[in-house]
């Protein structure tokens, strides 16, 4: 897994762990999944200086939708969980999904890269 790919620990003002299946995805170079990209380390901060910015709450983005400016994030107040934040949108409605998992974003993500054209 390279450094450039993933969070370091010095990177975040918040403990997450990260999901062994986003260390797979890395892993395995399986990053784009149009309309969903699995963003590199730098991207994913400055998003996360974004949205630092723009929300109280401690989301910890790691994938980007191309189409929109929806975020998956990692949400620590949550446990495992991911939320899909909609970038920009007005703090306490940004928030548009939630899922159980990572797996279960994944598997969300996979049913949209079928759909999309």
């Known amino acids: 897994m390279s450094e450039s790919s993933i969070f370091l ?3 975040l003002d918040v403990q997450v762990e990260l999901p062994n299946g986003l260390r797979r995805l ?19 901060l400055k998003r996360l200086q974004g949205l630092r910015q723009r929300y109280a709450r401690k ?14 994030c990692f949400d620590p107040s949550l446990a495992q969980r991911i939320v899909v934040v909609h970038d920009f949108a007005a ?13 279960d974003w994944l598997r969300a993500a996979v049913e949209d890269m079928i759909s999309f054209e």
Do not use: C, G, K
């Not at 784009?32 to 994913?44: G, N, Q, Y």
């Not at 989301?59 to 998956?72: H, K, S, T």
């Open 91 to 103: 703090e306490t409605t940004e928030a548009r999904q939630q899922f159980p998992s990572f797996w």
């Open 9 to 11: 620990p010095q990177d």
């Open 26 to 44: 890395h892993q395995q170079n399986l990053l784009d999944l149009t309309p969903w990209h699995i963003m590199p380390r730098e991207l994913a």
């Open 59 to 72: 989301y910890v983005p790691f994938a980007r939708r191309q189409d929109n400016d929806d975020l998956a």
